[in-house]
């Protein structure tokens, strides 16, 4: 798809979008104006959709690889918690599952199980 015909689309969807707002979600967005208040503020949406969101993007590409570094471990850690409850679960001739060490080295496991998620994500799809 061409360029232009992406910013047309968009520009469509946008006025969709600002007309439906207007229509189901009165309560929670006001515009008057009608017609033209409608298609001025999707023609400014897309505008900034176009030349503004990319800048953004790019200024909080750190927040966002520190928020997703973060989501990581922490689904690394709660699934290593719930691997050694599970392996709690067990009689102890059959299996021991114990974490040694302090905080510290939980985090550490931790960090090494995340490496374990993101190169089964990665390698095997």
């Known amino acids: 798809m061409s360029p232009p015909s992406r910013i047309l689309l968009r520009l469509l969807c946008n006025l969709l979008f ?12 006001l515009l008057t104006g009608g017609l033209p208040a409608i298609l001025i503020i999707g023609f400014l949406l897309t505008a900034i959709d ?19 570094l973060l989501n990581i471990l ?5 699934s290593l918690g719930i691997l050694v409850f599970l392996g709690r679960e067990f009689s102890s001739e ?4 114990t974490i040694i060490g302090g905080v510290r080295d939980i985090f ?17 799809q």
């Open 18 to 29: 600002i007309w439906g707002l207007t229509e189901y979600a009165a309560q929670l967005f």
């Open 50 to 68: 176009l030349l503004i969101c990319p800048f953004l993007t790019f200024l909080t590409f750190p927040l966002r690889l520190f928020l997703s």
């Open 74 to 78: 922490v689904i690394s850690g709660l």
């Open 94 to 97: 059959i299996l021991t599952l």
């Open 108 to 124: 550490l496991l931790i960090a090494i199980f995340s490496l374990r998620d993101t190169f089964l994500r990665f390698f095997v």
